[in-house]
């Protein structure tokens, strides 16, 4: 017999009844003949060669369904599994029952969690533009592939099996999932990006129609197969009772679990875990009873499953790992093991050949002329209908089980299965090419405080990591000077990691409306009420909006980025991801956040300011109680010290503070930021010039000794200082620095101040002016050697354009 009948679970092979468990090497027995080390032997094997082929394809833009899928293929009939020593030995016919079954149970718990993660109200709250997208997706290739396979099947001759089933394969060809959308849309980094956004809810409803194809599909098929007249009604009646019992028996028992948790303050016990994971179990046999996939069930309890915190979170916390890493692959070796290039015919792989691309096509169409009547940019819909035209794992399910229906034949299976597979390898990096979400923050007008008039409306947006760093960014507020001559309208966003749900979320804090991040809401609440708080005693001087972002950590800077943008600020101010406890004198280290810091200060449409709080900002004292607040800046030279000091002259305007400029001047005679620089330090003169609380003075340096030395005796005297972020690297004030450079995101005077060995004990707020056309380098290099002096416009911010909460 066959190997490629033996993987391909046609053959049954019978075996004398013995011990499960080896009794051990030296006693003779060899592992690998019994069912449960082979089983070990065979999950290792796919999980270590899909997670080796995702780190060689990762950096080219593919997403895990790719190397899954090459792992699969490689360990199947095409490649190593066909009669040799390690398919006999690793994969022999006896093991296939039991890993199927494991395989099968990993695919079940994973489309269970993707359910888990989706937001099914998406498909309520998506607006006219993703309805009709979505729908168009749908039937545009829908009609123009099963056109093409009627004339294919007249004009063209081709195999009877194949005849029989070409309009079949040119249906299947036009399905698509938001299960496979929103899995690549996590890979590339795209989910609260605005395609992504748009694509989740465009999927949602082309997915819940090919849903409802395929399970007619199949339950007209298996009809047929049974041969009863009946079998059909009571086939479609026991669907629609499974549907019924998961949405209004299951899912209220899930609500009460959350209400539990949530208003009870209860902790997540693993009987709650464990009833929903015996719901998985039976919704998944009652799949199987009524004649429908065995996913059915737990991928319609998964979208059921109340998203996020706390349940859905948990779940996805306890099972992802180990399902997505470990069982799904051994589910992909069982895809691959029914390709065979053996049996392939170059006449079949031509004409469903056209049908692939004819759907492909269709779904191009069928996305980017709505997208273009919608007015999006063609760069845009052309990257949206290349996500929607993406295939992945439920294409491959679906084909298995059109193949165990005898719906399509193996030979048609391995050549749809492989062009699933070259599609979307094809596409995902043309997709990262194309679209960069942060080419729309890219903007020629001036959003800094440097340039904006000193009477207008001074826009600033606070990121919140922790409620810790509430404090300190409420007393950088105060110092701030807000007042009905110098309002400022403020933002602050409380960012939340994403857990146990796909679709990122932006809700606004509303005092009539309670926040929809359910879970989060405490924590966010805690944080929105101490800013409103500050806002009614700021008499009129500060106009507070507060927002909820609930966004996976590589992606956190685009909402971020996004609001910036939409609300016009002049800057954006993030907590630095190292946080000192001044009680335990410890520190707390965030690499995450760090990097999103970073992609913020790449990104960002304003300027930027990094606040590292050593206590000095974190106390419950009043500005106005404190006899004077002592602020310094340390200023070289460039446009982020020009950008400091503009908002420390602001400071200087609050009668209870103190400043001090310390300008640190070289011997170079010309430089080309010296004329802007000589102009702002000339106006901070004359607006300090008779108020004793505030200090000019210039301090003459020669190299990076004298510097350091400088900032060494000056860096205890205040309660704040700010720098500028970036420096030439070129100037003798700086020559060396780079190597010592522990944070490059602070730049080279502010990674001075907050470094381990440093002994300053005051907050430093460093700061970086917006970046204008291709100056993203400079967040890199730290340098602005190429620093030219752009062009720009003045952006006039009249004084009654004041902005209040927005509905989202």
Not at 244 to 273: C, E, F, H, N
Not at 329 to 356: D, H
Not at 547 to 555: D, F, H, K, R
Not at 566 to 583: D, G
Request: charged residues 15%.
């Amino acid at each position: 017999m066959g190997k490629a009948n033996a993987l391909s679970n046609q053959t049954w092979v019978c075996e004398v009844r013995k011990l499960s468990r080896p009794k051990g090497y030296f006693f003779g027995d060899s592992p690998l003949n019994f069912a449960t080390p082979l089983l070990y032997v065979q999950l290792s094997i796919s999980a270590l060669l899909s997670a080796f082929l995702q780190f060689i394809l990762n950096p080219l833009g593919q997403t895990a369904f790719i190397p899954q899928m090459l792992a699969g293929i490689i360990l199947g009939p095409s490649v190593l599994g066909s009669g040799n020593a390690f398919a006999d030995t690793i994969f022999p016919l006896k093991s296939f029952y039991i890993s199927q079954t494991y395989a099968l149970f990993g695919v079940m718990l994973f489309l269970f969690l993707v359910g888990v993660k989706m937001d099914i109200s998406l498909v309520k709250q998506s607006g006219r533009k993703a309805v009709v997208i979505g729908l168009s997706s749908f039937f545009v290739p829908l009609i123009l592939n099963i056109g093409f396979a009627f004339i294919l099947r007249k004009t063209v001759a081709m195999e009877t099996n194949l005849r029989k089933s070409i309009i079949i394969i040119a249906v299947f060809q036009c399905l698509s999932s938001f299960h496979v959308i929103a899995c690549l849309l996590a890979d590339l980094n795209l989910l609260n990006s605005e395609i992504g956004r748009l694509a989740v809810s465009s999927s949602t409803v082309s997915g819940v129609l090919s849903l409802i194809w395929v399970s007619l599909a199949f339950t007209i098929r298996q009809s047929n197969i049974s041969k009863k007249d009946l079998s059909l009604p009571f086939m479609g009646l026991s669907l629609f009772c499974m549907f019924i019992l998961i949405v209004y028996i299951l899912r209220p028992i899930m609500l009460w679990i959350v209400a539990q948790i949530t208003d009870k303050g209860r902790s997540m016990k693993d009987s709650y875990i464990f009833s929903v994971f015996i719901m998985v179990m039976v919704c998944s046999f009652l799949g199987e009873v009524v004649g429908q996939h065995f996913i059915m069930g737990p991928m319609i309890l998964g979208l059921a499953v109340p998203d996020g915190p706390p349940l859905g979170s948990a779940l996805v916390e306890k099972l992802d790992s180990y399902v997505s890493s470990i069982l799904l692959p051994s589910y992909f070796v069982l895809t691959g093991a029914r390709i065979n290039f053996s049996m392939i015919k170059m006449k079949t792989v031509w004409i469903v050949e056209l049908l692939v691309m004819s759907s492909f096509c269709g779904k191009l169409v069928g996305t980017v002329v709505p997208s273009l009547y919608f007015k999006m940019s063609l760069i845009d819909s052309l990257s949206l209908g290349l996500i929607m035209s993406a295939q992945g794992i439920i294409d491959v399910i679906n084909l298995n089980h059109a193949l165990l229906l005898f719906l399509i034949d193996e030979e048609a299976y391995s050549v749809m299965a492989l062009s699933a597979l070259v599609l979307t390898a094809i596409i995902t990096p043309i997709v990262k090419y194309l679209y960069n979400p942060s080419k729309r923050y890219m903007s020629t007008k001036r959003r800094t405080i440097e340039h904006a008039f000193r009477n207008a409306e001074l826009r600033i947006l606070a990121c919140i990591y922790h409620e810790e760093s509430t404090p300190s960014i409420i007393s950088l507020l105060e110092v701030s000077n807000p007042t009905p001559k110098t309002p400022i309208c403020f933002y602050v966003v409380h960012l939340v990691r994403l857990s146990g749900r796909t679709a990122p979320i932006l809700t606004t804090h509303r005092l009539e409306k309670r926040s929809a991040s359910t879970f989060h809401s405490g924590n966010s609440d805690r944080i929105v009420n101490a800013f409103r708080l500050y806002e009614e005693h700021s008499s009129g001087g500060l106009i507070m909006n507060a927002l909820t972002a609930i966004a996976p950590y590589a992606t956190m800077h685009d909402d971020v980025c996004t609001l910036a943008l939409e609300k016009r600020t002049s800057m954006v101010l993030i907590p630095f991801h190292k946080q000192f406890n001044s009680l335990s004198c410890t520190e707390e280290l965030s690499e995450p956040i760090r990097s999103v810091n970073q992609n913020i200060l790449r990104n960002s449409p304003c300027s930027v300011g990094i606040l590292l709080d050593r206590g000095t900002l974190n106390t419950n004292t009043s500005l106005s109680c404190k006899i004077l607040y002592n602020i310094g800046i340390i200023f070289v030279e460039g446009p982020d010290d020009r950008e400091a000091l503009a908002y420390a002259m602001r400071m200087a305007e609050h009668p209870n503070v103190s400043l001090t400029v310390v300008r640190l001047a070289d011997n170079r005679k010309c430089s080309v930021h010296k004329e802007h620089d000589l102009e702002l330090l000339s106006k901070c003169k004359i607006e300090i010039a008779g108020k004793k609380q505030h200090v000019y003075k210039e301090e003459r340096v020669k190299d990076s000794v004298d510097m350091i030395n400088v900032i060494r005796t000056i860096e205890n005297f205040y309660d704040l200082i700010l720098v500028g972020r970036r420096h030439d690297s070129d100037s003798p004030l700086f020559m060396g620095l780079t190597e010592w450079n522990e944070f490059p995101e602070l730049g080279f005077i502010g990674d001075m101040l907050a470094s381990s060995d440093s002994n300053c004990e005051v907050s430093v707020l460093v700061v970086q002016q917006q970046m204008v056309g291709n100056d993203q380098q400079m967040v890199d290099d730290n340098s602005f050697k190429s620093y030219g002096i752009p062009s720009f416009s003045v952006v006039d911010i009249p004084r009654d354009d004041r902005v209040h909460p927005l509905p989202y």
